[in-house]
């Protein structure tokens, strides 16, 4: 069974712009989490989706923003990029099983200038 | 403030000791999940503990979560190079929403 997919990789992008960032879940997954992974917060919660709703959202500005589709595949976007979003954003899908455990995918590593 | 505390922050250890990493908490989790991550990798699943009290055994690696539930821990006997990488510990508290610790860089030197 194929984990969870994200593009691109790598990013770079200059202050101001926008991004967005997919990713594809586990098939059968319709549980999509999103985080933030810096050296000095660690992983901090963005938001998690399901069904296409957002179901829980973490303390990030309104500029993060994300969807889910049908099929479960989910975006992230981020609006008027800073320097401080420069991270590894992680999205993660949640299994059949034990209902909490999350399945993470390799990550998008964003750089902004 | 981190939910979940983790120590040591760094531990670096010769091939063939022990290790012991720390997840501690004044919260109740329902479950509390173990990930190590790799530069540049997102964090693979380890285990996950749902009950309080539960050992669970991974080959060399041994987790406990406490019997309140507010704490775990790893174990891993006989350290292998390959045991290097970030460990992390993450609670659920019946909902989606993972709360992660700050992670313990493992260095396993040959």
């Known amino acids: 069974k194929a984990g969870v997919t994200q593009t691109p990789r790598y990013l770079i992008k200059t202050r101001g712009q926008q991004v967005t960032l997919s990713c594809s879940p586990i098939?059968?997954?319709?549980?999509v989490s999103w985080y933030q992974q810096t050296p000095g917060q660690g992983l901090q919660f963005l938001f998690e989706?399901?069904?296409?709703?957002?179901?829980n959202k973490g303390n990030f500005p309104g500029r993060f923003s994300g969807r889910q589709f049908s099929n479960s595949r989910s975006e992230m976007n981020v609006s008027t990029l800073e320097l401080g979003d420069s991270a590894l954003y992680l999205c993660?899908?949640?299994?059949?099983?034990?209902?909490?455990?999350?399945?993470f995918g390799p990550g998008t590593r964003l750089l902004v200038l | 403030t981190q939910l979940l505390e983790q120590s040591p922050q760094f531990l670096s250890i010769q091939e063939g000791e022990n290790l012991t990493v720390y997840c501690n908490s004044s919260?109740?989790?329902?479950?509390l999940q173990w990930y190590r991550q790799e530069p540049g990798e997102g964090p693979v699943l380890l285990v996950t503990?749902?009950?309080?009290?539960e050992v669970k055994k991974l080959k060399r690696l041994t987790f406990q979560f406490g019997d309140a539930r507010k704490d775990s821990s790893l174990h891993i006997t006989a350290a292998q190079p390959g045991d290097t990488g970030l460990y992390l510990c993450?609670?659920?508290?019946?909902?989606?929403?993972?709360?992660f610790g700050a992670g313990t860089t493992v260095t396993v030197r040959a």
């Open positions: 919260s109740v989790f329902s479950s």
């Open positions: 989706y399901f069904s296409e709703t957002q179901r």
């Open positions: 503990v749902v009950t309080g009290g």
């Open positions: 993450a609670g659920a508290r019946g909902d989606y929403k993972l709360s």
């Open positions: 098939s059968g997954h319709r549980s």
């Open positions: 993660a899908s949640t299994g059949l099983g034990i209902k909490e455990t999350q399945y």
